[in-house]
């Protein structure tokens, strides 16, 4: 079972940043993919950003040139960061962190408790 311990969310003024952090409680060996996730004030949970166990990254077009995601598995657990600037109003959302974990030839899936970034206008 992995836990997924996200932190970083918070209230920002339009134009401003946050990096949320998602840290894995297994060895890094293990996480595939990492993703972010959000889920804004009446709307679906949509995917925001993705990061491969090579560094390949996917972002929705809503962010892209304003949000990077990054990884780090230098260490044993795997940290995924998203790295969130010229924030605006809308987006404003919980968000949170998904892994992929490869164990014994399969593919599980976990999700955190999820933060919640707030961005005022």
């Known amino acids: 079972q992995v836990q997924l311990v996200e932190s970083g969310g918070g209230l920002v003024q339009a134009g401003g940043s946050l990096r949320l952090s998602c840290a894995a409680s297994e060895s890094a060996f293990t996480i595939d993919t990492m993703r972010w996730y959000r889920q804004g004030p009446g709307k679906q949970r949509e995917l925001v950003a993705s990061?491969?166990?090579?560094?390949?990254?996917?972002?929705a077009d809503s962010v892209k040139g304003r949000f990077t995601v990054s990884r780090d598995n230098t260490k044993n657990t795997a940290t995924a960061y998203l790295q969130m600037d010229s924030l605006k109003p809308e987006d404003t959302a919980v968000y949170y962190c998904?892994?992929?974990?490869?164990?014994?030839?399969?593919?599980?899936?976990?999700w955190g408790q999820g933060t919640q970034v707030t961005v005022s206008s």
């Open positions: 990061i491969s166990r090579d560094g390949t990254t996917n972002y």
């Open positions: 998904n892994v992929d974990q490869l164990r014994f030839f399969k593919k599980l899936n976990y």
